[in-house]
């Protein structure tokens, strides 16, 4: 008889993640690569469905230092790269809301409320719908 151990494999994020991001003087945030820096507020900001809510401008300004024109077209390529990387919903997530893929990040608590909502307007019917591509 053959047994076999399923090992599970998480990990954990500080939700004060985006405040040590902001914090980071111009040199150490260019260590960073962009696209990284995005996924880490994307994951740290995820609601229980993986909607992870922004204010207009608050994810260049976290990501980048400033919210700027030239910035959020800076993020939006970097969500390009995560759609293209499969870490997010590329039909769906915009620089107010972020749907994080389920199957790579996924909070089960802590952030359920209808104060933790996404305010995305194209979200009406989606905010308590997470995103997998295994589900399409």
């Known amino acids: 008889m053959k047994t076999s151990i399923t090992f599970e494999s998480w990990s954990a994020v500080s ?19 962009g696209p990284w820096r995005v996924w ?11 909607h992870a ?4 401008g608050e994810l260049a300004r976290l990501a980048c230092g400033k ?3 030239a910035n959020r077209d800076q993020v939006r390529r970097w969500l390009k790269i995560l ?4 870490r997010i919903d590329p039909q769906h997530s915009t620089q107010l ?6 199957d790579v990040a996924q909070r089960n608590a802590g952030k359920g409320s209808r ?8 979200h009406t019917d989606i905010r308590e719908t997470p995103y997998s591509p295994n589900d399409l």
Request: a negative charge; glycine letters at 4%.
């Open 115 to 122: 104060k933790d909502m996404c305010w995305e307007p194209t």
């Open 67 to 69: 919210d700027s024109a």
């Open 97 to 102: 809301c972020v749907m994080v893929n389920r």
């Open 15 to 33: 939700d004060d993640i985006e405040t040590q991001i902001e914090a980071l003087a111009e040199c150490e945030r260019k260590r960073m690569s």
């Open 83 to 86: 759609c293209e990387m499969g």
């Open 40 to 50: 880490e507020l994307c994951v740290a900001r995820a609601n229980n469905w993986g």
């Open 53 to 56: 809510a922004f204010r207009l």
